[in-house]
């Protein structure tokens, strides 16, 4: 809205504006008192959420603390360089295992001299000068095949890698198939050859066998020497008849191991199911049966670390609250917030139910956990550790009793439209809400009060002047 116009100080010398100004700004103090209230809340749920946030997260900390990192294991070997393999633990039960491996898993390849060429992207695969195109079909170790045709305008080393590797899209069978290769040797009159591997370690379907063979019907007589061969179906091949095989081929085998004295064969050398929650990842064969011992038992740094964790977790959201709750902070005074984190201190500390108020280890405290002087949590490791050694099943079950309990307490703080912290941020949501229509109504009378004040003086200046202008007349009459 435009202002009226001020003829400031003409006829009266008054500095009108300043007065406007003056009164306006006397006027506008509950308008600067709702606009720092508004200010105030907007800080205030900002720092809420935060504090919503970390106490989900803190959740989700002691959570994993009494879950995930209980069931943590360490893995220990007798031989130090893992040379033959090497073990990681999931859950595994506590104990030793032994392991013998006398051969690992391979894949099957072919890698033939007679597939290397002067120059892969120019020396032909056929002759294509009486034939414009060579078919080929390749069986990999899991038993699929497939076929391809190399035209004149792939007719290269390349072109039949490129070919090969298009084929195999579409292998359902997980690590299934095969996959080519072109290498540079960088020596003699034939530098660039041809390596085809099976993606899957073991023998396979194939006896640990590979098979390239060139189907075209009466032969192109490639110069690979790949041999000529049929398939038995060529509607739905599944077998090739001749062809490029053994004689060509690095033979796929199956790992062997004993485990505990027990022989195994896998066609892998990640090996998950020998014991449950024990993976053994085998390096090397040794004929001599060289055993390597694994020790398993609970992974006390782990505990440790996510105990450190859950304490790192609820610092964060109490020292949001305690940063916000300083003279003038947002949170200042909120003895509603201050008695949330009271709360959550106590569940977490007290003893939980169904745990026995004579044991040793009863509750958070007993294993390490403390609380500080400026309302923080923390926890002695070592103390921790040591209840780790003397009674594991008992810890666990202050994790379990004391998580259910915070956890519950928690999710009644934080749950989304019904939590405490929800409740509170709807009603400022809502308080803002009514103090921004209340702001807009206050600026609205205040810019119209400014306009009346303004037409006031300006009608006042304008009676002086014609009062002044009068006087100035009868002054001239005498």
Request: proline share 2%; glycine share 8%.
């Amino acid at each position: 809205m435009a202002s009226a116009i001020s003829f400031q100080g003409l006829s009266t010398n008054l500095q009108t504006d300043a007065l406007v100004n003056a009164i306006i700004q006397q006027e506008s103090a509950p308008l600067t008192r709702m606009q720092s209230r508004q200010t105030l809340n907007s800080q205030r749920s900002t720092v809420l959420q935060s504090i919503n946030s970390a106490l989900l997260a803190f959740n989700t900390s002691y959570t994993a603390l009494s879950t995930t990192a209980m069931q943590s294991r360490a893995v220990s070997s007798s031989d130090a360089n893992g040379t033959y393999a090497s073990a990681t633990a999931s859950g595994a039960s506590a104990g030793t295992y032994d392991l013998a491996v006398s051969q690992v898993a391979t894949r099957a390849k072919l890698d033939n001299t007679s597939f290397a060429v002067a120059d892969a992207a120019t020396t032909k695969v056929f002759d294509d000068s009486t034939k414009s195109s060579a078919t080929f079909a390749i069986q990999g170790s899991d038993g699929t095949v497939k076929t391809f045709t190399l035209d004149a305008a792939s007719n290269n080393l390349n072109g039949l890698r490129d070919a090969i590797n298009a084929s195999q899209a579409g292998i359902t069978t997980t690590g299934g198939g095969v996959n080519a290769t072109v290498v540079k040797t960088g020596t003699g009159a034939t530098p660039y050859r041809m390596i085809i591997s099976a993606n899957d370690t073991g023998t396979g379907t194939t006896s640990g066998k590979l098979t390239l063979a060139e189907v075209t019907t009466d032969p192109a007589l490639n110069t690979l020497g790949i041999a000529a061969g049929t398939l038995d179906d060529p509607g739905t091949p599944t077998t090739i008849t001749g062809g490029t095989r053994s004689a060509l081929s690095q033979v796929a085998v199956d790992a062997e191991f004993t485990l505990n004295g027990v022989a195994m064969t896998r066609t892998t050398n990640v090996v998950t199911d020998a014991a449950d929650g024990l993976t053994l990842t085998l390096k090397k064969g040794d004929a001599t049966g060289t055993v390597t011992t694994f020790t398993v038992g609970l992974d006390k740094s782990a505990i440790a670390t996510a105990a450190s964790d859950v304490v790192s977790k609820f610092n964060t959201a109490y020292n949001a609250f305690k940063n916000a709750s300083g003279t003038g902070g947002p949170l200042a005074g909120d003895m509603a917030i201050r008695s949330l984190f009271s709360r959550i201190r106590s569940a977490f500390t007290a003893v939980p139910t169904g745990v026995s108020l004579d044991s040793t280890y009863n509750s958070a405290p007993a294993l390490g956990f403390k609380t500080n002087q400026d309302g923080t949590l923390g926890v002695d490791t070592t103390v921790l550790q040591a209840a780790l050694d003397a009674d594991v099943t008992q810890v666990q079950a202050v994790f379990t009793g004391s998580r259910t309990a915070t956890k519950s307490l928690v999710e009644a703080i934080t749950a989304p439209g019904s939590g405490n912290l929800a409740q509170t941020l709807s009603a400022i949501s809502q308080q803002n809400y009514s103090l921004s229509r209340q702001i807009t109504d206050t600026q609205a009378r205040l810019e119209r009060r400014r306009t009346v004040l303004q037409n006031q003086f300006t009608k006042l200046e304008s009676a002086v002047g014609q009062l002044q202008a009068a006087g100035q007349s009868l002054s001239a009459i005498r």
